[in-house]
């Protein structure tokens, strides 16, 4: 079963600002919101802590919460900036936790950590070091991991506990009491289902689906499904263009051991060919097989020094291709370098 951990910043744009502001940034008490147009109003778009508990909300008037609060601090919303901030910091999880992390935009992270805990003390010490580090750069976050992005991705946004692990197999009775906004759906549905008297998951899943497909479409029915982890949801890792990465598509989708690790060793020698044109050797090599069930495997292998021995690193690899589950077969490998460094010619000693 996978885990996956969703990373929640709830004061995202509001602590990048700061962050980004440095010793210019208003004092911590001092109410702070980001302002944009919503049509031809201006409205409130983010808010920080200070600013929540003096009465203010995403989406109020900017002339409403300059009555409320005097000595409010106001300043232009950056949502594109915000976004490329959250893609930088992706790549920061992926290259510290696990090969397997997108941005969840507008406020998060989506880390598939199956088989990754161990590395970090097990999941309940890896989700509290997340939330300490990002804390230390003065982030707010939450976090959770279940055995689905959607479980997770709920929990963390409405669950009571800042870090939260949610034992494989029990994610059903962790979402249910959740409110139905949990589900991450349009908000003109969540409306509609409010309005009906729809108001926990618990109401949705006791339903019958074809009544609920009939009146509000595929959409609720997609999302609990994959909240209870009976349908997959394919995460899309993060790959900037400083990644070398190289991949083979597979016609017929492949399986067996001996398959896996011919098409390794030649991935391996595409990869360190473009390692080479850059002058560079690998540190870290993440091996993604994505199968045809939209479940993604992943193997992850390090070494102290940068290398590009093409024999050494498929070796490396192939080690681990037990521990992979084809399911019904792999229609696509991919192959990255996540880490590398300058590697140096070193010069042969002669005896001449």
């Not at 495997?297 to 390090?302: K, L, P």
Request: contains cysteine; glycine residues 8%; proline residues 7%.
């Amino acid at each position: 079963m996978p885990r996956v951990v969703s990373l929640f910043l709830p004061m995202w744009p509001a602590d990048r600002f700061r962050r980004k502001s440095g010793d210019a940034a208003p004092l911590p008490e001092t109410p702070l919101v980001l302002v944009g147009r919503d049509g031809r109003r201006r409205v409130v778009l983010a808010a920080d802590a200070a600013a929540q508990t003096a009465g203010l909300r995403i989406g109020m008037p900017v002339s409403k919460a300059q009555a409320l609060v005097p000595n409010l601090a106001m300043h232009d919303a950056e949502p594109e900036a915000d976004e490329m901030a959250l893609e930088r910091l992706a790549l920061w999880a992926l290259r510290r936790y696990a090969p397997i992390v997108a941005a969840d935009p507008p406020d998060g992270l989506v880390i598939d950590t199956t088989g990754a805990d161990h590395l970090h003390g097990g999941e309940a010490a890896m989700l509290s070091e997340m939330v300490a580090r990002l804390g230390g750069s003065g982030l707010a976050a939450r976090a959770a991991v279940a055995d689905s992005w959607g479980a997770a991705h709920a929990l963390a946004r409405f669950g009571t506990r800042q870090t939260l692990v949610v034992p494989s197999g029990e994610i059903a009775q962790a979402i249910l009491p959740l409110p139905i906004a949990a589900l991450r759906l349009p908000a003109l549905t969540i409306e509609s289902l409010r309005r009906l008297g729809f108001e926990r998951v618990a109401d949705l899943a006791a339903i019958p689906r074809a009544s609920l497909a009939l009146r509000f479409g595929p959409e609720p029915g997609r999302r609990l499904d994959q909240a209870l982890a009976r349908v997959s949801e394919p995460i899309e890792p993060i790959r900037p263009e400083e990644i070398v990465e190289v991949r083979r598509n597979f016609a017929e989708p492949i399986g067996a051991a001996e398959t896996i690790a011919r098409y390794t060793g030649k991935l391996v020698a595409e990869l360190c060919a473009s390692l080479e044109t850059r002058g560079q050797g690998a540190r870290r090599l993440d091996l993604l097989f994505f199968r045809v069930d939209n479940r993604v495997e992943a193997i992850r292998v390090g070494t102290a020094m940068p290398v590009r021995d093409t024999k050494r690193l498929t070796r490396l690899l192939t080690d681990k291709i037990e521990t992979i589950d084809p399911g019904f077969g792999i229609e696509l490998m991919r192959l990255a370098a996540t880490v590398a460094e300058p590697l140096r010619a070193k010069q042969m000693i002669s005896s001449l």
